[in-house]
């Protein structure tokens, strides 16, 4: 069990950062051209969103960003290193859409993290809590949830847990529900706490700019 892969892999990347608000954000560019764009809560240094893009293809065109964590789907906004006045995109986020339109009765699975657990949440999930049936599955390395009205299925893969190079086991696991949403707990091990604050040092070195929007609103309501 081993997050030296991953670290590596994030050594390896462009990196630029700024400040905005209480958040700090991140977007990182790999060799083999994908990007990764974070986003950290200043206070807590916990990741709030992560998404990521692909190599863009002359054929299909320019990808789109796939979000694999966030509370709420919204709209992450990237303004750093950006020419001014040239029109370019520059790979950043600016005018990049992370608006995700689902339907008001459709499930919706969103993902956070805090301090000591991955936190799945289910919307529009009306059934009593004995209907659902939430388990680890090794072999997949995913977690699976399906009710036994066979109205929902649905496999979450846990990319986190890839990364430190350990499976999804069953007594980490807690669930619960409430105002139609399906929480699902995941009791974090010890080993990715360890690898979540080798990442907050190898970004600590990572120079970091400061939204001077943000900066001269903070001064003006002073």
């Not at 001014?84 to 008001?104: K, V, Y």
């Amino acid at each position: 069990m081993s997050y030296q892969t991953w670290l590596n892999y994030l050594q390896s990347a462009e990196k630029n950062s700024m400040i905005s608000g209480r958040a700090r954000k991140v977007l990182y560019k790999f060799p083999d051209g994908r990007q990764m764009a974070e986003e950290y809560n200043m206070e807590t240094g916990i990741v709030q969103r992560r998404a990521w893009k692909s190599k863009s293809n002359k054929m299909m065109g320019e990808s789109e960003w796939e979000i694999e964590l966030g509370e709420e789907p919204r709209q992450l906004n990237w303004s750093g290193n950006k020419p001014q006045g040239t029109g370019e995109d520059t790979d950043s986020l600016a005018g990049g859409d992370f608006t995700l339109r689902e339907s008001n009765t459709a499930p919706l699975l969103t993902k956070r993290i805090t301090k000591k657990n991955i936190e799945w949440r289910i919307r529009n999930m009306p059934y009593s809590l004995d209907v659902y049936n939430v388990t680890a599955d090794p072999e997949k390395r995913a977690i699976i949830v399906r009710t036994s009205n066979k109205k929902y299925y649905k496999v979450i893969q846990v990319p986190d847990l890839d990364r430190c190079g350990v499976k999804p086991q069953q007594e980490n696991i807690s669930v619960h529900h409430q105002f139609n949403t399906l929480i699902i707990t995941y009791q974090k091990p010890a080993i990715l706490c360890e690898m979540e604050a080798q990442v907050l040092l190898l970004l600590k070195n990572v120079e970091t700019e400061t939204d001077m929007d943000d900066l001269l609103k903070g001064l003006m309501a002073k």
